[in-house]
């Protein structure tokens, strides 16, 4: 089945909870502020909560950030001072998120919506090279056969995530294509509106090559590969 993916996200969400206030080195904020990290393949929640009367918190998703927000998990401990969610599959797109808290007294509230952002801990600004590719995967040999580069427009990152870097995206009209090995359609993000774009390797489903297309107002502007490896370099 044909799968688009214009800029959203579909979040399968794995709750993590602890019962310390204190952090190791880290301190999330306190609601109604939070914290969304972009990781290695998936997108961390983490805060701290100063409500010990709650009873439920709601993690909500928006693709715009002002509408049509949709719970898609819940906290397992909502009294807990600390807690931490990770989203182990986002799909292309900017990540927006926001809390909903359920008091005793039936009185609710929200938190502020955050973006996700990237963990500026993870070394993630490089492209993987045919090196990289080698050190991360001894076993594939392709650099080994054919000479090959990564794209300037879509390629893997050290956290083991694709970029797609279109600067033009504004004023031109973009898609982008993506295929298993073999030929077999994965999915496209029918229209990219933003100069810079993080897939998460997640939705790749696996490691390994992968082949992508990209179109520029309908006329194609390059085929090439990438290669998402299971392990990452930080």
């Keep these: 089945m044909k799968q688009i993916v214009s800029n959203a996200i579909v979040i399968i969400i794995l709750s993590v909870a602890c019962g310390s206030v204190k952090a190791q080195g880290y301190t999330?904020?306190?609601l109604p502020d939070f914290s969304a990290l972009i990781k290695t393949g998936k997108i961390q929640l983490d805060w701290i909560s100063g409500f010990p009367d709650a009873v439920q918190i709601g993690v909500q998703?928006?693709?715009?950030?002002?509408?049509?927000?949709?719970t898609i998990g819940y906290a397992t401990y909502p009294s807990n001072s600390r807690n931490a969610y990770l989203d182990n599959k986002p799909l292309p797109g900017k990540n927006y998120y926001r809390l909903f808290i359920l008091f005793k007294n039936n009185r609710y509230m929200y938190s502020k919506t955050v973006?996700?952002?990237a963990d500026s801990?993870?070394?993630?600004?490089?492209?993987?090279?045919?090196g990289d590719i080698a050190t991360l995967n001894p076993e594939n040999k392709k650099e080994a056969v054919i000479p090959w580069k990564p794209s300037n427009y879509i390629y893997t990152t050290a956290d083991g995530n694709v970029n797609i870097r279109l600067p033009e995206a504004p004023n031109k009209k973009y898609q982008v294509k993506f295929f298993e090995p073999d030929?077999?359609?994965?999915f496209e993000v029918e229209k990219v509106t933003e100069p810079f774009l993080i897939l998460e390797k997640?939705?790749?489903?696996?490691?390994g090559w992968f082949n992508f297309e990209i179109y520029e107002n309908g006329r194609l502007l390059e085929k090439w590969n990438l290669y998402i490896p299971l392990n990452y370099r930080s």
């Excluded at 998703?61 to 949709?70: A, C, I, M």
């Excluded at 030929?183 to 994965?186: D, I, R, S, W």
């Design 183 to 186: 030929g077999a359609f994965l």
């Design 121 to 130: 801990t993870i070394n993630a600004g490089e492209k993987l090279s045919a």
């Design 202 to 207: 997640a939705i790749f489903m696996h490691a």
């Design 28 to 30: 999330p904020p306190v």
């Design 61 to 70: 998703r928006s693709l715009d950030s002002v509408l049509n927000f949709t």
């Design 115 to 117: 973006l996700a952002i």
